[in-house]
């Protein structure tokens, strides 16, 4: 399976109304995204920028994606494109910049339907990113298991200009209480500190919540 994380930059003047489109998407939109292999497709929001992560689950990611131009989609991007403005540091050919994707852990910790997606934003001390994915590179590999115990499963994070993008799920019925139980494990601990260490401080956490503005099954 292939993840993508994405962003791109909202126009602040069409923030209402971005969302309350994205709320009632285009049936014809919807299933074309569909038909194209993408899975769990969820976009966030925080402070004028636009972080979507997506599953892509088919066999041919370039003849699926060229497959979106159809003309339901066409009109709905003559919609949306007004309202988004893509960031100076995309590559040739893209509106939303993809990230790399720095982190991921895959384990299902459940089946249940009843998933909350969460999206997180930091920023990295400028000067630190090698520092920071090498010490993503070295995950303690049995963190797994205590995150999957507690609910936690698809955690990926994305890095682009200086900032990382979280994306994870939780199964369980108290997120409050199983980060709380996570963080009252050692190696979560020094990990999580290790981790701060490497962004730039916003109170007592360096993680910003951003708001989920659309998902798709």
Not at 64 to 69: G, N, P, Q, V
């Amino acid at each position: 399976m292939k993840r993508v994380g994405s962003i791109i930059r909202l126009r602040p003047e069409y923030e209402e109304r971005y969302i309350i489109l994205h709320r009632n998407t285009f049936p014809g939109v919807l299933e074309r995204i569909r038909k194209s292999n993408i899975r769990n497709y969820t976009i966030f929001l925080r402070e004028g920028i636009l972080f979507s992560y997506y599953e892509y689950t088919g066999k041919d990611f370039d003849a699926d994606m060229k497959a979106i131009s159809d003309p339901v989609t066409k009109d709905w991007w003559k919609l949306t494109d007004p309202m988004q403005e893509p960031l100076p540091a995309r590559r040739a050919g893209e509106w939303w910049a993809e990230m790399e994707n720095m982190f991921c852990l895959q384990k299902k910790a459940s089946s249940d339907t009843c998933i909350q997606r969460i999206g997180l934003t930091a920023e990295i001390i400028p000067g630190r990113e090698m520092e920071l994915k090498n010490f993503l590179k070295n995950f303690p590999c049995e963190l797994e298991d205590s995150m999957n115990k507690e609910n936690f499963q698809n955690l990926n994070i994305f890095m682009k200009e200086g900032k990382l993008y979280f994306y994870y799920e939780y199964t369980g019925n108290d997120l409050m209480h199983s980060v709380l139980n996570l963080s009252g494990s050692e190696e979560f601990a020094e990990f999580q500190l290790g981790l701060n260490r490497l962004l730039k401080p916003k109170g007592r956490n360096p993680w910003l919540k951003m708001e989920e503005v659309f998902h798709t099954s």
